[in-house]
C-alpha cells in the first residue's frame, strides 16, 4: 500500500530537549517536505527536498532541522524545542513535476513541548 | 512574496445547498492549483487540482474553476452532504521548485 508513514503520532517533551520525528514513503517520490499545522494559520512549511541531499528553507524553518540522505526518509529535527514550536505536524511527499503533483500527506504528529 | 489568501475561514451551508470556497494568489507564475479536504483528526487529502491551462474542472459534485488574469480560483460543492463537513485547503505552486504554498483553511458545516 502507497503511503506516508510517520512517527510518533504523538509526542510530549520538555523545552530544550533534543528531539526527531520521522517521516517515510514507500513511493520512490522525489520530493518531500513538512508543514506545520497552527489554528487559523493553515498549513505552513517548514522544509522541503526535492531530491536525495537537496534541501531548503520553506516559509517557517526557524527551530528545525531536516536531511535527506535517503529517498524514502526525511526527518524533521528540533534541536532546542520550545512551547511556541507545539503544534501538529505534517509530512508530505510527491513526485517530482515541474508543473505539480499531489501531495500525499502522513498521519500527522501532534507535539506538546512544556 | 508567495502568498494564498483563503475566504471564508468558517461556512454554514444547509444540506442539499451549494458551497463556494474562494482563493487569491500572488504569483501569475503560479501553474497547479489543488484542492485538500481535512477530516477531523485525519490528514488533509487531494480531492480536485487544476492547472493553469484549463479554465474549470468537475468531478461529480465538485468543480474547480480559475481565473489567470484575476489570479483567484474556486471550489464549489453542489448538493452537500453531511460526509462534506471538512476543512477545505486551497493551495498554488510557486518558484521553480513547484513550492506549494496553502491557504488558512475554510470549515465548512452541512447542517441537516
Known amino acids: 500500500e502507497a503511503q506516508v508513514t510517520q512517527n510518533p503520532r504523538y509526542l510530549i517533551t520538555v523545552t530544550g530537549k533534543k528531539l526527531t520525528v520521522t517521516c517515510s514513503q514507500n513511493m520512490n517520490h522525489e520530493y518531500m517536505s513538512w508543514y506545520r499545522q497552527d489554528p487559523g494559520l493553515g498549513l505552513r512549511q517548514i522544509y522541503y527536498?526535492?531530491?536525495?541531499?537537496?534541501?531548503d528553507k520553506g516559509d517557517v524553518p526557524e527551530g528545525y532541522k531536516v536531511s535527506r540522505k535517503e529517498k524514502r526518509n526525511f526527518p524533521l529535527i528540533l534541536e532546542s524545542p520550545s512551547p511556541n514550536q507545539t503544534s501538529l505536524y505534517f509530512c508530505?511527499?510527491?513526485?517530482?513535476?515541474?508543473?505539480?503533483?499531489?501531495?500525499?500527506f502522513g498521519q500527522g504528529t501532534r507535539l506538546t513541548v512544556v | 512574496g508567495e502568498n494564498v489568501e483563503q475566504h471564508p475561514s468558517t461556512l454554514s451551508v444547509q444540506e442539499g445547498d451549494s458551497a463556494v470556497i474562494k482563493c487569491t494568489y500572488s504569483d501569475s507564475a503560479s501553474n497547479y492549483f489543488p484542492w485538500y479536504k481535512q477530516e477531523l483528526g485525519k490528514r488533509p487529502q487531494l480531492i480536485i487540482d487544476i492547472r493553469s491551462n484549463v479554465g474549470e474542472k468537475k468531478d461529480q459534485r465538485i468543480a474547480v474553476t480559475l481565473n489567470k488574469t484575476a489570479k483567484h480560483f474556486s471550489l464549489h460543492i453542489t448538493e452537500t452532504q453531511p460526509e462534506d463537513s471538512a476543512v477545505y485547503f486551497c493551495a498554488a505552486t510557486f518558484g521553480t521548485a513547484s513550492k506549494l504554498t496553502f491557504g488558512t483553511g475554510t470549515r465548512l458545516q452541512v447542517t441537516l
Open positions: 527536498s526535492m531530491n536525495v541531499e537537496v534541501t
Open positions: 508530505a511527499s510527491s513526485r517530482w513535476d515541474s508543473s505539480g503533483a499531489e501531495a500525499f
